[in-house]
């Protein structure tokens, strides 16, 4: 996600951005049925308090909340757009390609608009304080041990020299 971002591939780090929060939640509570209620409920722990912490306007709590995040996430995932829609109300979330000061929120037209850098750190931060949250968890160590993973060609060609051992 940070590599994206840093070789200007936003929408890729967007993607990434909007695609952890699912990778994490299921991880700690993994099941069917249970997107979007876990979703919701990780990005308001991790990437939206940290959010808060930069921008903690009591006017505006919560630049992004999950519920805003789920809907983007919807949104852009499954249709390539930044307007949510669906039953619960969000706020549109539009983003800039680099930084111009601080994100912030168009309260008039219930618009945020915030850095590609400023999410993709928020998300990252949010991953890494799961992580350590999550350090001494046997169960999250073992999920984590699942994910996928892609061998480098020498890991590929000592798993097919051990099969043909095997055989």
């Given at each position: 996600?940070?590599?994206?971002e840093n070789?200007?591939?936003?929408y890729?780090?967007?993607?990434?951005?909007?695609?952890?929060?699912?990778i994490?939640g299921?991880?700690?509570?993994p099941g069917?049925?249970?997107?979007?209620?876990?979703?919701?409920?990780w990005w308001?722990?991790y990437?939206?308090?940290?959010?808060?912490?930069?921008?903690?306007?009591?006017?505006?709590?919560?630049?992004?909340?999950?519920?805003?995040a789920?809907?983007?996430?919807?949104?852009?995932?499954?249709?390539g757009?930044?307007?949510?829609s669906?039953?619960?109300?969000?706020?549109?979330?539009r983003?800039?390609?680099?930084?111009?000061?601080?994100?912030?929120?168009?309260?008039?037209n219930?618009?945020?608009?915030?850095?590609?850098d400023l999410?993709?750190?928020?998300?990252?931060?949010?991953v890494?304080?799961?992580?350590?949250d999550?350090?001494?968890?046997?169960?999250?160590?073992?999920?984590?041990?699942?994910l996928l993973?892609?061998m480098?060609?020498d890991?590929?060609?000592?798993l097919?020299?051990?099969?043909?051992?095997?055989?």
């Open positions: 996600m940070l590599e994206a070789d200007g591939n936003n890729a780090a967007i993607a990434l951005g909007l695609t952890l929060p699912d994490c299921s991880i700690d509570q069917n049925g249970k997107s979007q209620q876990r979703y919701i409920a308001d722990a990437p939206g308090a940290y959010f808060n912490e930069l921008f903690s306007d009591p006017a505006d709590p919560g630049l992004i909340s999950g519920v805003d789920w809907a983007l996430r919807c949104a852009f995932l499954h249709s757009q930044d307007r949510p669906g039953s619960k109300p969000a706020k549109r979330v983003f800039i390609s680099e930084r111009i000061g601080s994100a912030g929120s168009d309260a008039v219930g618009v945020v608009y915030v850095a590609v999410f993709v750190r928020a998300v990252q931060r949010g890494e304080r799961w992580l350590a999550r350090s001494g968890d046997e169960d999250v160590g073992d999920r984590l041990q699942q993973q892609i480098s060609p890991e590929f060609y000592d097919i020299i051990d099969a043909v051992a095997i055989n």
